[in-house]
Nanobody
Framework: QVQLVESGGGLVQAGGSLTLSCTAS????????MGWYRQAPGKQRELVAS???????NYADSVKGRFTISRESSKKTVYLQMNSLKPEDTAAYYC??????????WGQGTQVTVSS
């Protein structure tokens, strides 16, 4: 059973920074890609950033230049460094991974709240 556990959410003022962590129960090489999604109240879940097994990163236009996705394979952990946070970044953030069969796994989510 694959498990993804997120941490690092919290309350921060606009302009501040947070780093989210997602630790997997198995080696990251088992996944073809990992990513972070977010869902604000009343809105659809959206992709924020993703990173492939080969290391290619992709970002939503709304976070380009402010967020950085990275990984530390030895710790089976993917990070999302979030800088210059805005109130519109407020959402529940979810870690996602896909295996070679395109099966998706999700973490339980971590709340990020940015106050103005």
């Amino acid at each position: 059973q694959v498990q993804l556990v997120e941490s690092g959410g919290g309350l921060v003022q606009a302009g501040g920074s947070l780093t989210l962590s997602c630790t997997a129960s198995i080696r990251l090489v088992s996944f073809t890609a990992m990513g972070w999604y977010r869902q604000a109240p009343g809105k659809q879940r959206e992709l924020v950033a993703s990173i492939t097994r080969g290391g290619s990163a992709n970002y939503a236009d709304s976070v380009k230049g402010r967020f950085t996705i990275s990984r530390e394979s030895s710790k089976k952990t993917v990070y999302l460094q979030m800088n210059s946070l805005k109130p519109e970044d407020t959402a529940a953030y979810y870690c996602n991974s896909k295996d070679s069969g395109q099966k998706a796994y999700w973490g339980q989510g971590t709340q990020v709240t940015v106050s103005s």
